[in-house]
């Protein structure tokens, strides 16, 4: 029986937070760079009372790609970009109290980073361990998980999914967010997302339930810079509530969420995630929403 995909949605989001009991200095300014390349293009064709002699197919694609800086001596300038985004997000808690301000900053800081990253072929030399450090949105938005339920709502449903994570973020206001992790294996081909949570049972009580949410998925490079990630199952680890821990590290109960979606809707939601900066100690990775998220060497 077909379920209706706002259905899907809402108990997509119930499976994920009941997991864990209902759900955890002076800016640098803008240098311009000999070697930076042009990423990103806007086409403005001027009023024209004549046919045109072109399809439209016939321009370049505007859509941003990576950039491959190879000169050393911008090395040092990386690592003053990098050391100055890394302050910036620890003073605002990896995104989550900044200011319109600072948020500008890091948007700079970003995107001077990824016109200098030194890396061909980001989607396969992104493997390791990587803890978050900055996120342009809602930090949970980095998990399988949520980009694949943003995926099978599409761009028509966006406006929806938008609200939905908005609800979803104001409903576990009171969790406390631990690390959150991406481990990557060594083949570029599967991504396992962890999120530590401690979310309380009752208000004005000292009691919290924590755990970690681990979410599978499996990655597919299609471009240099370019995945198409698809979920597979989630799960909860270190649960410290009493039997229900040993329980589930025991048994590794796991939510088979990939299935789920194939047998509602026939497919499994593809999402799309871009690196356009790595290198041995940072990687900035964007979703289909042009989100970032900034992710150090665990």
Avoid at 48 to 59: E, Q, R, V
Wanted: proline share 5%; glycine share 4%; with cysteine.
């Amino acid at each position: 029986m077909q379920l209706p995909s706002a259905l899907l949605f809402g108990l997509g989001l119930t499976i994920h937070s009941s997991d864990v009991v209902n759900s955890f200095s002076p800016a640098l300014p803008s240098r311009a760079c000999q070697t930076q390349q042009q990423t990103s293009q806007r086409f403005s064709m001027p009023d024209d009372p004549y046919p045109s002699d072109y399809d439209a197919d016939d321009l370049e694609s505007t859509e941003k790609t990576v950039s491959v800086d190879m000169d050393e001596d911008d090395a040092s300038i990386r690592d003053e970009l990098k050391r100055e985004l890394i302050l910036l997000a620890s003073v605002t808690n990896r995104g989550m109290a900044t200011t319109a301000e600072e948020e500008n900053l890091v948007s700079e800081l970003v995107t001077e980073l990824e016109a200098l990253n030194p890396t061909a072929d980001p989607a396969l030399n992104s493997q390791g361990d990587w803890e978050l450090c900055y996120s342009s949105t809602q930090s949970f938005r980095s998990s399988p998980f949520f980009l694949a339920i943003r995926a099978f709502l599409g761009d028509d449903n966006q406006a929806m999914a938008e609200n939905a994570f908005t609800i979803h973020d104001r409903a576990t206001t009171a969790s406390r967010i631990g690390k959150v992790r991406q481990i990557i294996d060594k083949d570029n081909r599967e991504l396992v997302s962890e999120y530590d949570l401690s979310v309380g049972l009752f208000p004005g009580l000292p009691v919290r339930v924590k755990g970690t949410v681990v979410t599978s998925a499996d990655l597919d490079a299609i471009a240099p810079e370019t995945w198409e990630m698809t979920v597979r199952g989630t799960k909860v680890n270190g649960s410290n509530v009493p039997f229900l821990d040993s329980y589930l590290d025991d048994n590794a109960v796991e939510i088979p969420v990939g299935e789920a979606y194939k047998a509602v809707s026939g497919s499994i939601p593809t999402a799309i995630l871009k690196t356009y900066y790595v290198d041995e100690g940072m990687r900035i990775t964007r979703d289909i929403d042009d989100n970032f998220f900034v992710f150090t060497r665990a």
